[in-house]
């Protein structure tokens, strides 16, 4: 069924929701959220335009899946290679304060959202 009204109105609500989400991502060291709420808004927002343009499930998300999980799984292990004594970029209650923690932070929102469109997918087939 096409309905122009909600894939219109929807249009310009995907970037929001998106960009919301990357917002929580980055600011999680400062407020309430960080990667696992930003991840499950970005991941929600994936399956949102997946249902309103009733995308097709063939073998593109599960391709789509496994790049974010491996991106996000190497953006994890980053806080590893890189060490401890990484210095920070910025002065205390910034946005970039904690140096390499928004990287983390990335990775597991790119691993959460990922999983959730994993779930979404194998319950589709």
């Given at each position: 069924?096409?309905n122009?009204?909600?894939r219109?109105?929807?249009r310009?609500?995907i970037?929001f929701?998106?960009?919301?989400?990357?917002?929580?991502i980055f600011?999680?060291?400062?407020?309430?959220?960080?990667?696992?709420?930003?991840?499950?808004i970005?991941g929600?927002?994936?399956i949102?335009?997946?249902?309103?343009?009733?995308?097709?499930?063939?073998?593109l998300?599960v391709?789509?899946?496994?790049f974010?999980?491996?991106?996000?799984?190497?953006?994890e292990?980053s806080?590893f290679l890189i060490?401890k004594?990484?210095?920070?970029?910025?002065a205390?209650a910034s946005?970039?304060?904690?140096?390499i923690?928004?990287l983390?932070?990335?990775?597991i929102?790119?691993?959460v959202?990922?999983?959730?469109?994993?779930i979404f997918?194998?319950?589709?087939?």
């Open positions: 069924m096409e122009t009204i909600v219109q109105t929807f310009f609500i970037t929701l998106l960009l919301y989400g990357v917002y929580i600011h999680g060291h400062l407020s309430p959220g960080g990667g696992f709420a930003g991840g499950m970005m929600l927002g994936f949102l335009y997946l249902l309103v343009y009733e995308g097709d499930l063939g073998m998300p391709n789509v899946v496994i974010l999980v491996s991106l996000g799984g190497i953006m292990a806080k060490g004594n990484f210095p920070a970029a910025s205390p946005l970039f304060s904690i140096g923690g928004n983390v932070n990335l990775g929102g790119l691993l959202a990922a999983t959730i469109l994993g997918y194998l319950e589709e087939r």
